[in-house]
């Protein structure tokens, strides 16, 4: 299964992003999708998880309220979007997939080459 994110970039502070993962190898509606961001000389953190039955999991208190994920399996792909950004959400941001949810990253099976996002303050 290999897993491939896209949308990334420059965004100013209070933007909106919309990050993709693309799914190929395997059935998306088979995973569970959890994101994971790195920011500059920082641990790896588990932002989120949506379930097979669609039910959304938030793990970092940093993005309630402003992050969510969705899916679409005919597409084999699932979406990440975050709105009112902070510049401490700048980082490489990971799009990760497992049958069940985890926000420890060693409990994820497979993981995309991540994508930067840039948010200028």
């Known amino acids: 299964v290999q897993l491939v994110e896209s949308g990334g970039g420059l965004v100013q502070a209070g933007g909106s992003l919309s990050l993709s993962c693309t799914v190929s190898g395997g059935a998306l509606e088979h995973y569970t999708i959890a994101w994971f961001r790195q920011a500059p000389g920082k641990e790896r953190e588990g932002l989120s998880c949506?379930?097979?039955?669609?039910?959304?999991?938030l793990y970092a208190d940093s993005v309630a309220g402003r992050s969510a994920i969705s899916r679409d399996n005919a597409r084999n792909t699932s979406y990440l979007a975050m709105n009112n950004l902070r510049y401490a959400d700048t980082g490489v941001y990971y799009c990760?997939?497992?049958?069940?949810?985890?926000?420890?990253?060693?409990?994820?099976?497979?993981w995309g080459q991540g994508t930067q996002v840039t948010v200028s303050a």
């Open positions: 949506l379930r097979l039955d669609d039910v959304y999991i």
């Open positions: 990760t997939a497992a049958p069940i949810c985890s926000r420890r990253w060693y409990d994820r099976d497979f």
